[in-house]
């Protein structure tokens, strides 16, 4: 039963992110700024991808992270998550507002090496998270 699940939460995340690659249209050229928009948004993709495993990860194997209730009383673990929080929310407020912005090309090329460093980020995690759990 526990692989049924797995399997459809995988199965879940991964139509997410065939849900975003197709709303993002990667392929598409664009006129006017064809470099800088195709470096965003397979940034992003790239970004989607690594929040999806990092997601995955921590809900099946919450036990790994050593969960704590008082997590609050404690400085560091507040600002882990709040790290946690801006790496899930920032990239996908910055693709959401790109329409907006009127001199686009430095702002695709912002956001897209925010993306790489907030994906390296979460490679990071899923390292660190690989090499101190799942080794046992």
Do not use: Q
């Amino acid at each position: 039963m526990e692989i049924i699940v797995k399997l459809i939460f995988a199965l879940a995340f991964l139509f997410v992110f065939v849900l975003a690659s197709l709303k993002l249209h990667p392929f598409r050229k664009h006129h006017v700024w064809n470099v800088s928009t195709f470096y965003l948004k397979f940034s992003y993709l790239a970004y989607i991808g690594f929040v999806l495993l990092y997601s995955y990860l921590s809900i099946f194997y919450r036990n790994a992270f050593l969960y704590n209730p008082n997590w609050v009383n404690d400085t560091e673990m507040s600002l882990f998550h709040l790290f946690i929080l801006l790496l899930y929310l920032a990239p996908t407020g910055l693709i959401m507002i790109r329409k907006h912005v009127h001199n686009r090309k430095p702002f695709n090329i912002i956001s897209g090496s925010l993306n790489i460093i907030f994906s390296w980020c979460l490679i990071s995690l899923i390292v660190r998270f690989y090499l101190l759990y799942m080794t046992d």
